[in-house]
């Protein structure tokens, strides 16, 4: 039998010699018959070579692992700054959606213009319709109501068309290529973040709809 005092050390196997102690006292108050001191060893001695043995669990679904302790304080903080945080990327990325549709409605002239010189039709109608997709969109994402996800996903899409149709890089050469491929590469980037944001949203109301469905 190996000695209690060449075993390693686990605070779990240290937990169970621990409950195993317990449950000879009670054994002891229970039966009424004391157990001696070398009795009580030996069952201490024996349970912990069980531990040390090869294979041996170093968990007791009976007993609370280290993983399962948890700092109520803590989480609620962590948790606290994680939604600041998404709800300062999300204010923060709507922004240029919010300010390009109020450029848009402030400078209508500017922007038919350049419709033109992008070979879109530089019809007004069409540029109001662009500028209350962007300002309403970005303010409903902004927001953080219910229905901010599509209303990402819509803004991703406007975005990525946008690009194609003014940043095409692949049709032209030399340095008008390199400025098209860094505005191209940007609103990629807008529309990956746009995305992400979508997806965070679903995945927190599946969340929200999962605890619903464990507290009924």
Same mark, same amino acid.
């Given at each position: 039998?190996?000695?209690?005092?060449?075993?390693?050390?686990?605070?779990?196997?240290?937990?169970?010699?621990?409950?195993?102690?317990?449950?000879?006292?009670?054994?002891?108050? &229970? &039966? @009424?018959?004391?157990?001696?001191?070398?009795?009580?060893?030996?069952?201490?001695?024996?349970?912990?070579?069980?531990?040390?043995?090869?294979?041996?669990?170093?968990?007791?679904?009976?007993?609370? &692992? %280290?993983?399962?302790?948890?700092?109520?304080?803590?989480?609620?903080? /962590?948790?606290?700054?994680?939604?600041? @945080?998404?709800?300062?990327?999300? /204010?923060? =990325?709507?922004?240029?959606?919010?300010?390009? @549709?109020?450029?848009?409605?402030?400078?209508?002239?500017?922007?038919?213009?350049?419709?033109?010189? /992008? $070979? =879109?039709?530089?019809?007004?109608?069409? #540029? =109001?319709?662009?500028?209350?997709?962007?300002?309403?969109?970005?303010?409903?994402?902004?927001? $953080?109501?219910?229905?901010?996800?599509?209303?990402?996903? *819509? #803004?991703?899409?406007?975005?990525?068309?946008?690009?194609?149709? *003014?940043?095409? !890089?692949?049709?032209?050469? $030399?340095?008008?290529?390199?400025?098209?491929?860094?505005? !191209? !590469?940007?609103?990629?980037?807008?529309?990956?973040?746009?995305? !992400?944001?979508? /997806? *965070?949203?679903?995945?927190?109301?599946?969340?929200?709809?999962?605890?619903? %469905?464990?507290?009924?």
């Amino acid at each position: 039998m190996q000695p209690l005092s060449q075993l390693s050390y686990s605070p779990t196997r240290t937990r169970r010699i621990g409950s195993a102690a317990n449950a000879v006292k009670r054994c002891r108050g &229970t &039966t @009424g018959h004391a157990l001696s001191d070398e009795a009580a060893g030996a069952a201490a001695s024996a349970a912990a070579a069980r531990l040390s043995a090869p294979g041996a669990p170093d968990t007791d679904p009976r007993m609370p &692992t %280290d993983s399962a302790v948890s700092d109520p304080p803590a989480n609620a903080r /962590a948790d606290a700054l994680a939604r600041l @945080g998404v709800a300062l990327g999300r /204010a923060t =990325l709507a922004s240029l959606f919010v300010l390009g @549709g109020i450029a848009k409605l402030a400078s209508p002239e500017l922007y038919l213009a350049l419709m033109g010189e /992008a $070979g =879109l039709p530089a019809a007004r109608p069409l #540029l =109001l319709a662009v500028a209350a997709l962007e300002l309403g969109g970005g303010l409903w994402l902004a927001s $953080g109501l219910p229905g901010h996800a599509p209303a990402a996903l *819509v #803004l991703a899409a406007h975005t990525l068309a946008i690009n194609v149709l *003014v940043h095409p !890089f692949w049709t032209l050469r $030399g340095p008008e290529r390199i400025d098209e491929i860094s505005f !191209f !590469f940007k609103n990629l980037a807008i529309v990956g973040a746009l995305v !992400f944001v979508a /997806a *965070v949203a679903l995945v927190r109301r599946r969340e929200r709809a999962g605890r619903r %469905d464990g507290a009924a």
